[in-house]
């Protein structure tokens, strides 16, 4: 597959995404449905890589373009991975430039509190996760 | 406050983000502790990156470090810390690739990645603790309970975050200009 089709398709699904395996319905689509250079099973070969190893979830991107394209492959899956985040810095700066206004300050704190209700769900879902994961390894029940 | 050298950057977010399992909170959690520890950030400034890299495309901890490192060190920052939190595990990612080592056959390493996931709802939780305590103690609770409120409404009927963070910015806003 061509580098520059794979970064664009790759960068398509992370942008579109807001967590880590949120990019995996569109990549499904388009590497395994559309274009078809990659098997289902393949697809679950990179998610799976990806959770076994430390790191950003988002990074199993890098073994999705590798299976598809070799090491050119795995450099655009970075590049995808790594391109929408530089859209935090004038996110960041809209914010602090406005944040001494109330409203602004008001929107901010909502988010922040949304974001800790957020991350308390997220934390009940990976406790759930974490115990099934217990009991498998260490074989109980 | 004081900045650390772009080294030091590289260094704390390369090391904090590649040694977690279970996604980016934790990740997060390991490098605001490290990053008040040394004086470099303050909970406010932990508490605005968490919100602007939950409102950046793509994998939120990446965006926390890029607004980290843009934040201490401008823009050579903000590439110091994309890199250093995202290359040593994409290498590692396209290793395992390419070799088609299913590492997550070994038993060692199904224990690793329990108990990594274990340690990693640990640290979600205190990022959590951090980020909801400073408006438990301060005037405005009965905002703050609506804003929770609306939150916990939206999550039940499945609206994705990024929605959810977008009506709860509407509503903060909304709430303060009925108190006026």
């Known amino acids: 597959m061509n580098v520059l089709l794979l970064y664009g398709l790759l960068l398509k ?16 689509r388009d590497f395994v449905e559309t274009h078809q250079v990659l098997t289902a099973e ?14 950003p979830i988002g990074a199993y991107v890098v073994a999705v373009g590798y299976l598809a394209a070799g090491w ?10 790594i391109t929408p985040a530089v859209l935090a810095v004038p996110l960041l700066i809209v914010v602090q ?34 115990a099934q994961q217990l009991m498998r390894v260490f074989r109980v029940g | 406050m004081p900045s650390p ?23 997060m959690e390991l490098m605001r502790r490290t990053f008040t520890r040394q004086g470099w950030l303050d909970d406010a400034g932990n508490a605005l990156l968490m919100a602007v890299s939950r409102l950046t495309p793509g994998t939120n901890v990446l965006a926390y470090c890029v607004g980290l490192g843009w934040r201490l060190r401008g823009t050579a920052g903000a590439m110091a810390a994309l890199v250093g939190g995202s ?43 951090h980020l909801l305590r400073p408006y438990m103690f301060r ?14 409404a939206l999550l039940l009927l499945d609206v994705t975050p990024v929605r959810i963070l977008l009506v709860a910015a509407a509503v903060g806003i909304v709430v303060l200009r009925s108190d006026r």
């Open chain 1, 13 to 28: 699904a992370t942008m579109t995404s807001f967590a880590g395996l949120g990019s995996l319905p569109q990549i499904e």
């Open chain 1, 42 to 55: 393949q697809l679950g070969e990179a998610v799976l890589v990806g959770r076994s190893t430390p790191g």
């Open chain 1, 72 to 81: 050119p492959g795995a450099i655009a899956g970075w590049l995808a991975m």
């Open chain 1, 97 to 130: 430039r406005w944040i001494h206004l109330p409203h602004t300050r008001a929107a901010v704190d909502a988010i922040v509190l949304a974001s800790g209700v957020l991350l308390v769900a997220t934390g009940v879902r990976l406790a759930v996760e974490a």
């Open chain 2, 5 to 27: 050298s772009i080294r030091q950057l590289f260094w704390a977010v390369a090391r904090d983000v590649n040694r977690t399992f279970g996604g980016g909170y934790a990740a």
């Open chain 2, 87 to 129: 290359l040593p595990a994409s290498i590692l990612i396209a290793v395992l690739a390419a070799t088609v080592a299913r590492v997550d056959q070994y038993r060692s390493v199904q224990i690793a990645i329990a108990v990594g996931s274990a340690i990693a709802v640990v640290l979600v939780f205190s990022a959590a603790w």
């Open chain 2, 139 to 152: 005037p405005g609770r009965a905002r703050t309970g609506v804003i929770v409120l609306v939150t916990v």
